[in-house]
């Protein structure tokens, strides 16, 4: 094969759409023959899987191809690609490719599949290859994916959003909405469970609206059907947007077997005025009544959740309000984040940005009103035996670590023999969102 004997590295930024995107490529690398390289230093191919929901994200990239600037010089047949959401946005391509001529190889999200035809294009002729669609296409259903996360494993369920948040960048990126049909992701679980995965993760930009685009379809069918697989597994879902939350979809978590009493709810803000200017179409109270709703039918239901500060015009009055249901919801866990100024988003116009210097007060102390919830939540912990799925061993704690239901990580000393399994972990500390416990039974 072309790639034998080659060696890969992919690196990826920003989410798990991400990097489940990455393990598609990888798996398109393997089928060519070419093997996962330990670091960049060893790669005969390397690629960089881009993320621009933020300018850090972006800039990180930009960083990291630069710095190969001088391994490429010595080593001309050093093959570099970069792909993802950065390399999507009108004209980028062009703008990367001029800034470093050295890249070889350049697509977007809408033609991953494309991936094996460029890289042989590039290989064969000897041609840099690039090519980015301003479309979405079909869903493309072959290609061979390369899985790296046992024994979790990702499932698209959709591609793209229609939300068109204001200060988001994604529906520009990732295109419409595209629902996968319910027998190829059913027929996807079916054989990760039966290859020993145990626990299946369903991935789309808003579950909730899973197989609007299709006939006699929706996420709360999707969730009761996986659900009905044989097998031991879990499964979790993300990301959800709050206004598609449904009763039915509540009603099918609850009587699931598999679901995981978790889910992820971003809220973005708690004010308003700022939820309307964002154009996430609910407001604080249909908020708490999806809450509501959620610890109705499963009371002890973890919910996370993203929020952002600094959004235009954010006052202080805006971000006390944001405090405020920070601290009535009580969320088990949260991403926050700073606006960040994304060009082509109708944000990007508003007038009333907020200096960097304001946006970092407001985080730091949203950050430690949620660390001081997460570490009072954790104490209920103590002295309890939890359910974990270890997934794997974590080289700084020097400890293995795994989830329970509700999403909580817990480091305990165990073997690799147990990676995989389901194992009674006693919490014997808490730090503040993880926990530190003894292995007690395997199940
Ligand atoms: N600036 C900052 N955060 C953003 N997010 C999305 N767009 C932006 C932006 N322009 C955050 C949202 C979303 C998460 C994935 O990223 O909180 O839920
Ligand atoms: Fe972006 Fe909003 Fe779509 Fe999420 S729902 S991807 S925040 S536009």
């Known amino acids: 094969m072309i790639l034998d004997n080659k060696k890969y590295y992919i690196i990826t930024y920003g989410c798990q759409m991400n990097l489940h995107d990455s393990e598609k490529l990888a798996g398109t690398l393997e089928e060519l023959g070419a093997k996962p390289a330990e670091s960049e230093k060893d790669a005969d191919v390397i690629v960089f899987n881009t993320c621009c929901i933020r300018d850090n994200a972006e800039k990180k990239a930009e960083g990291n191809i630069g710095a190969l600037k001088g391994i490429k010089r010595k080593n001309k047949d050093l093959i570099i690609a970069v792909c993802g959401c950065m390399t999507q946005q009108k004209g980028r391509a062009e703008s990367l490719v001029k800034k470093f001529p050295f890249i070889d190889i350049v697509f977007g999200t809408h033609n991953l599949h494309e991936f094996k035809e460029l890289l042989l294009k590039r290989i064969d002729k000897r041609k840099k290859a690039v090519s980015v669609y301003d479309k979405e296409g079909d869903i493309i259903e072959d290609g061979r994916t390369h899985r790296t996360s046992y024994p979790n494993a990702w499932v698209n369920i959709s591609y793209g959003c229609n939300n068109f948040c204001t200060y988001c960048i994604v529906p520009y990126v990732r295109g419409r909405e595209r629902s996968r049909s319910e027998e190829d992701i059913l027929a996807e679980c079916k054989s990760l469970i039966e290859a020993g995965y145990k626990e299946i993760t369903l991935l789309g930009q808003n579950v909730n609206s899973y197989g609007k ?22 499964l979790r879902f993300m990301t959800n947007h709050p206004k598609d939350l449904t009763e039915d979809l509540v009603v099918a978590l609850s009587k699931s077997k598999k679901a995981c009493k978790s889910i992820h709810l971003p809220i973005q803000a708690g004010s308003d005025r700022i939820l309307s200017l964002m154009n996430r179409k609910y407001t604080r109270e249909d908020y708490l009544n999806k809450i509501e709703l959620l610890r109705k039918y499963i009371p002890d239901i973890a919910i996370t959740t993203d929020i952002m500060v600094g959004f235009p ?123 530190l416990g003894e292995l007690v039974g395997v199940k």
């Open 313 to 435: 015009t954010e006052t202080e009055e805006d971000f006390s309000d944001t405090m405020d249901i920070v601290k009535k919801v009580g969320f088990s866990g949260a991403f926050t984040f700073i606006y960040s100024k994304r060009s082509g988003t109708p944000a990007e116009k508003m007038e009333g940005q907020i200096p960097a210097s304001v946006s970092k007060s407001r985080i730091m102390r949203l950050i430690d009103l949620q660390n001081s919830i997460n570490r009072e939540d954790s104490k209920r912990y103590l002295g309890k035996t939890v359910e974990i799925l270890c997934e794997g061993y974590d080289e700084k704690k020097k400890k293995y670590l795994g989830r329970d239901t509700y999403g909580r990580m817990a480091y305990f000393k165990a073997d690799e023999s147990l990676v995989g399994r389901f194992v009674n972990v006693k919490i014997t500390e808490t730090g503040g969102i993880s926990l």
């Open 213 to 234: 685009d299709l006939e006699n379809r929706s996420f709360a069918r999707l969730i009761e059907k996986v659900s009905e697989l044989d097998g031991d597994f879990r």
